[in-house]
């Protein structure tokens, strides 16, 4: 294995269609117009020098490094901003360039530190190789006179630092912030021989920077280099593998020394991410190997007794004997499991496939199903399967976004960056969000419309926009009669045309303005493609299927679907939610969404499994806690789910955990749900094994293996030993095999394998023989279901609703630097930026209330309490609070209730009565928190001090 080195073409490919022939050092090559002479060359073989140029990046022609010579021109022009022309004659290598191309790197060197030996980046710098490549051998200039030899260095950063002593004033940086990010945080602040990089006048710390890594990884020199090199020192090799965070599923080079990362490098040839990243997937990696990671398997025979390290058989025959002894005893149902949508595809698999074939049951759920779950059926209704329509870079050729329910910026920022690189570009916004974020109005990019809805309206806002489309004449009838069911069309244009239906009338209820709805609308219908990109605002409500049937009925009615800029795009919460759904984790479906009940399909799992299986949907995760608190339910396999924190009404959660006989935790740290356990099972990281994650836009990404793994079992590993324990057989030797087996019986994964996941980079399903490259772009030319079908979308208001005792509605979000329950996140430095959860309130309701900034404050509801700090904005509207839920000594979720989609029971966190109140006392979730801090402290010391 060696460190995989990415080519540079010095300037972007471009997107011309025309094709070019120039001759470059006499050799002729074809390119697409628009090329530079710089791109040109490096096509041929040629390396033009460069240090301003990167091929992220627009052409910036300031190092005057890249000269050429051309035929018919006068003096040399920078190759980086010349655009090739049919005949022209370039000449890259002559006398004359190469006096000229020394004496640039003269000037450079004489104000550089010549510390090469000693230097981070040596043996990655690209002044360093270009002092080679121009035949650089002295310095005529010295270093006496003025230079920036002294200036100092910026360390605020947790993960990189900034040695301005380094820094050539390349502009890469300052370029990577605004084009590749969209943040503007830096600047070349001053002129001539006083120009330098500045993160807006303050540290870097203190400034707008999210720490992304672009500037870091723009850096020719070790001006900008992350801590870890500086610390460890240059990788030796790589390993192409898929971030573990988000649902946007970046790609990245793991870059190793032995079994230790020393840095995560964003993979140029990541379908997802194009060589981008956020500070979470570049930087937060730190929790793979951090030193309260539980790496032994623990039994006990009750909660309250102390934990006891065994070996792995032990646990696992434990657990084993456990689940059998329970269903001997309470029957075949008594038992389920809960997959987890940060596992592979492979895992998730697994787990289901045990509950199925080896508990004999159907009582399998997962976490995607309290977040996703109404994507899934509303998607499937109307369009016929279960998932988003486009790929990511589809919004490059969006002319209208509408964004609801979503924080693209703070939940999936790579993506969020490329659509604010389209919204630069001229893409018309509309964001539809009870909170102002960041969308609404950031550097360079401002919403034409902010729909400040109120929360639990979103039905009735989109039945109003659909309204004011089918009112107004501007249906795009052509599509909507060759593509759509004519019955249930004409149906549902009665329905949306009725005036209560109107901007007017539902003004009352979403308390979004009358003209900004029918405005939005026209925007929407009339603005070219449009494309709607939604989050958990949009499913996790008690009509969260109604809404994504209400999305689906717009984006037919105005023709934007199935072509490039359109179509209907969840944004995934989680880095395998789509997986996880994928592979059967409901109690009603098997792999690739199809129904238990289908005789067809499950006998062709059972030819395969070798094992009968039930055709009856088996219990959601509230039915198993329901069942369990009944005393009928009595064991449970919970592989890398916290669910005693992240799911709704923690108190209704850990009484049903409580009231169980085994609970099997799987997970690498010890959660708030391994509180309820009785065995434990270490888990692996990302890093530790092989597998595939599949993203938002349903691409399938390999995971791969960069250490051993620390507990000696991946994953899929322990889930086979359970089994077979069980008394089920399972034998695989790797988890490619697992897929051959996955794609065997999944018609949408019929043409996926290693093989050719590898050989394409990635692929998007269906991929199959009518699309073995996978579907980037899914209803070109006609719905998976035939014809698309418009569905009634009835706006009924919650049961949940604001009262005199709880006057206010609680919602929640996610920030940038922490992820989900913050497991992860928050055993990284990403702390510093996030170390507590804070509860936004409008002004208005702080002062009637006597709260002031940073006041602690008890927000309770009828399902519970909890406290947390205030934070007084006007991002929320006067009625409304708002909090995070990374930290489990908030325990936000105390307080959200039972209430859920009427589908498919994803619950309705965005939704909660609730009232605030000051209080100048901690809850008790926080003791509870500090009491199983104490106990990983007291497990993991030994380990700790090793290490």
């Known amino acids: ?221 070790a001006t900008l280099m992350e801590n870890s090199v500086i610390e460890a020192g240059q990788a030796e090799h790589s390993i192409i593998t898929t971030c573990a965070y988000c649902g946007v599923g970046c790609g990245f080079k793991a870059e190793m020394r032995g079994t230790e990362v020393v840095r995560m ?111 899934g059926y509303g998607l499937s209704t109307t369009f016929g ?152 605002g949009v499913t996790e409500h008690s009509q969260g299927s109604t809404m994504v049937m209400g999305m689906a009925n717009l984006a037919m009615i105005t023709g934007n679907i199935g072509r490039e800029g359109v179509g209907i795009n969840p944004l995934r919460g989680q880095n395998n939610v789509q997986g996880a759904c994928d592979m059967g984790s409901f109690p009603h479906e098997l792999p690739g969404y199809r129904h238990v009940s289908n005789d067809a399909v499950r006998e062709s799992f059972e030819e395969v499994w070798n094992v009968a299986l039930r055709g009856e949907p088996g219990l959601r995760i509230p039915n198993m806690l329901d069942a369990a608190v009944d005393g009928t339910f009595k064991g449970i396999y919970i592989q890398g789910e916290d669910i005693a924190q992240s799911d709704p009404d923690i108190t209704h959660v850990t009484a049903g955990l409580a009231a169980m006989e085994c609970v099997v935790i799987q997970d690498i740290f010890l959660n708030e749900t391994a509180s309820f356990a009785h065995v434990f099972l270490p888990g692996s990281s990302f890093l530790e094994k092989d597998g595939t994650f599949t993203n938002a836009e349903r691409r ?37 095999e697992i897929m051959d087996e996955i794609a065997r019986l999944t018609p949408t994964f019929a043409g996926v394998s290693y093989d050719r996941i590898t050989e394409l980079g990635s692929i998007q399903w269906p991929c199959n023989e009518a699309a073995p490259d996978g579907t980037p772009t899914m209803h070109i030319g006609g719905f998976v279901r035939g014809k698309g079908k418009f569905a009634i979308t009835e706006f009924v208001p919650t049961e949940e609703r604001s009262t005199a005792r709880y006057p206010l509605i609680l919602t929640t979000g996610r920030i940038l630097s922490q992820y989900n329950v913050g497991a992860q996140t928050r055993r990284t430095e990403n702390v510093i930026w996030h170390e507590e959860d804070l509860l936004e309130i409008h002004p208005f309701d702080a002062e009637y209330r006597g709260i002031v900034e ?16 205030a934070k007084i904005t006007d991002r929320v509207q006067a009625g409304v609070v708002y909090t995070t839920f990374h930290n489990p000594e908030t325990a936000a979720n105390v307080v959200t209730t039972d209430f859920s989609d009427w589908a498919t029971n994803c619950p309705e966190y965005k939704v909660t009565a609730v009232q605030v109140r000051l209080t100048n006392q901690r809850s008790g979730w926080q003791d509870r928190y500090a009491a199983l801090r104490e106990e990983t402290t007291r497990i993991a010391g030994p380990a700790a001090a090793a290490e």
Request: charged share 20%; glycine share 8%.
């Open 385 to 536: 399967t279960s998932a988003g329509t486009q790929d990511f870079d589809s919004v490059m050729r969006a002319d209208v976004i509408l964004v609801i329910g979503a924080n693209p910026t703070d939940a999936h920022p790579v993506f969020g960056s490329r659509m604010k690189k389209r919204l630069r570009e001229g893409a018309r916004l509309i964001v539809a969000d009870p909170r102002r974020t960041d969308l609404v109005r950031t550097p360079h990019v401002e919403a034409d419309f902010h729909l400040q809805l109120r929360p639990g309206s979103n039905v009735a806002l989109i039945n109003a926009l659909a309204h004011v489309v089918v009112t107004e004449g501007l249906v795009a009838e052509a599509f909507v009669a060759e593509r759509c069911e004519p019955m249930e069309t004409a149906r549902w244009r009665a329905f949306i045309a009725d005036p209560r239906h109107a901007p007017e009338a539902v003004e009352a209820i979403t308390g979004v303005p009358a003209a900004d709805l029918r405005a939005a609308a026209r925007l929407y219908a009339t603005g070219g493609n449009a494309a709607i990109y939604y989050g958990l």
């Open 700 to 736: 399938i990404s390999m995971v791969r293996q960069a250490m051993p793994p620390m507990a000696q079992y991946a994953d899929w590993q322990a889930t086979m030993l359970l089994s077979n324990a069980l008394g089920y057989p399972m034998n695989y030797s790797h988890p490619s």
């Open 1 to 221: 294995m060696s460190l995989i080195h990415e080519t540079d073409f010095g300037t972007p490919l471009s997107p011309s269609t025309e094709l070019v022939t120039l001759q470059i050092d006499g050799m002729a090559v074809t390119v697409p117009a628009g090329t530079s002479v710089m791109r040109a060359a490096a096509e041929l073989g040629t390396k033009v020098p460069k240090l301003c140029a990167t091929d992220s990046l627009e052409p910036f022609g300031s190092c005057r490094l890249c000269l050429v010579e051309i035929d018919g021109r006068r003096g040399t022009p920078a190759s980086c901003t010349t655009p090739v022309e049919a005949g022209m004659k370039v000449k890259t290598q002559t006398d004359r360039l190469a006096k000229l191309r020394r004496g640039v790197m003269e000037l450079y060197i004489s104000d550089h530190p010549l510390d090469c030996l000693t230097c981070a980046a040596n043996g990655d710098c690209e002044l360093q190789d270009m002092a080679g490549v121009v035949g650089l051998r002295e310095v005529r200039y010295g270093y006496e006179g003025h230079n920036h030899l002294d200036a100092g260095k910026d360390i605020s950063n947790p993960y990189f630092t900034f040695d301005a002593s380094k820094c050539i004033v390349c502009s890469r940086c300052v370029r990577a912030c605004e084009e590749v990010q969209g943040t503007f945080a830096l600047t070349i602040d001053g002129r001539g021989f006083a120009s330098a990089v500045s993160p807006g006048g303050t540290d870097f710390l203190a400034s707008e920077c999210v720490s992304c890594g672009a500037c870091v990884q723009a850096c020719p020199t």
């Open 854 to 869: 940073g006041d602690w404050v008890a927000v309770a509801s009828r399902a519970g309490e909890t406290s947390l700090r």
């Open 265 to 375: 490098v964003p993979w140029k040839d990541g379908k997802a991410n194009h060589g981008h990243s956020c500070v979470k997937g570049r930087f937060a990696w730190g929790y793979a190997t951090h030193k309260e990671r539980m790496l032994k398997p623990m039994i006990r025979s009750k909660i309250s007794d102390p934990w006891r390290e065994v070996s792995w058989d032990e646990a696992i025959g434990y657990a084993a004997s456990e689940f059998k002894r329970i269903q001997a005893k309470y029957g075949r149902d008594s038992v389920g499991g809960i997959t987890s949508s940060r596992c592979t595809n492979e895992e998730t698999y697994l787990v289901q496939k045990l509950v199925r074939a080896g508990f004999g049951n159907n009582n399998v759920d997962t976490c995607a199903r309290v977040c996703h779950s109404p994507t």
